[in-house]
């Protein structure tokens, strides 16, 4: 008997409490609906945009665990990585814009003593053979994987010739077997996988090479990959991104983005950029600025956080995340 008046006493119990628990909460509604009658529009819209915010940041969240899960894989060469400790010094990115040219004309003393990273079709240059870059960056698809274009063949080319170390990066997943068959060039894989949201999120996969600021072009990986190499001062050379000076719309409302280099552009390479924008509208180019643009801010956090200086001593550059200096 004693056990059976108990359990009906906590049955009871438990009722009570969860119709008490019930009352608690129709108070809280009824609070929040009495102070947000009591906000002017502009604070609704802020709360609203607050609210908005923390869902969207958790859908990009939950995106970038998937992605994480299927597709990021463990990089052994990454700072702290398969026991790997940070090798100091200081590392040179060098972009492909037109201001490298007066770098390199105008003497080279600034880049004597430090290590230097290459991208794209740099190495179909006099310059490359003459700075012998121990560090190289592909991330376009348009590099990997069977081909036709002149372009990426003479690239495959040079590289082929290369005659000292170099250590060449590329996204895991690619086909990379062409540019496997010269014995100085060393293909090391890289997460090529944006991830954001959360923010300890976003500093863990970071951190450790399992991702990366969205990946706008492919400065945004060469300037990580000097991060988790862990050098101490990375420059960033060649980087204008003045492409707004230089984005118009024709008559025919097609975007025209032209975007130089420190070497001259072919033909057959400017139809293919002509080709990429090809039915892009304002909106999309003008926006994939903006991500570029937000990654540099992101790489300057997380730069911040490992004690690693970014310095851009690109003349006349639009970058706006990281310090201005000189070699």
Request: proline share 2%.
């Amino acid at each position: 008997m004693l056990v059976c008046d108990f359990a009906i006493w906590l049955g009871g119990f438990s009722v009570g409490f969860v119709n008490f628990g019930g009352v608690i909460w129709m108070f809280f509604h009824v609070y929040c609906v009495i102070q947000w009658l009591k906000m002017d529009m502009k604070d609704r819209r802020s709360v609203a945009e607050r609210v908005a915010n923390g869902l969207m940041r958790c859908v990009e969240s939950l995106v970038s665990v998937v992605k994480l899960l299927s597709r990021s894989r463990g990089c052994d060469w990454v700072c702290g990585g398969g026991g790997r400790g940070r090798c100091g010094g200081e590392l040179v990115v060098l972009g492909n814009g037109p201001s490298l040219r007066g770098l390199l004309d105008g003497g080279r003393g600034g880049l004597r003593g430090r290590d230097l990273l290459a991208v794209n079709f740099a190495g179909r240059t006099v310059e490359f053979f003459d700075l012998r870059p121990g560090l190289y960056v592909l991330a376009d698809p348009v590099f990997f994987g069977d081909t036709c274009d002149g372009n990426v063949l003479g690239l495959r080319e040079a590289l082929g010739r290369v005659d000292w170390d170099m250590r060449l990066f590329v996204p895991w997943g690619v086909d990379a077997s062409a540019y496997e068959g010269n014995g100085c060039v060393r293909v090391e894989r890289f997460n090529f996988l944006a991830v954001e949201g959360w923010g300890w999120l976003e500093r863990w996969a970071w951190g450790s090479g399992r991702g990366m600021p969205r990946p706008r072009n492919v400065l945004i990986p060469s300037l990580m990959i000097g991060l988790w190499l862990g050098y101490d001062v990375v420059y960033v050379a060649g980087a204008d991104h003045s492409w707004m000076r230089t984005l118009e719309v024709d008559e025919g409302n097609r975007v025209v983005s032209v975007q130089p280099h420190f070497y001259a552009d072919n033909e057959e390479e400017g139809r293919r950029v002509a080709e990429v924008y090809s039915g892009v509208r304002l909106h999309e180019v003008v926006y994939s600025f903006y991500l570029a643009f937000k990654g540099y801010h992101a790489i300057r956090r997380l730069a911040d956080r490992m004690g690693i200086r970014v310095v851009n001593v690109t003349a006349g550059s639009f970058i706006d995340a990281f310090e201005r200096g000189r070699l």
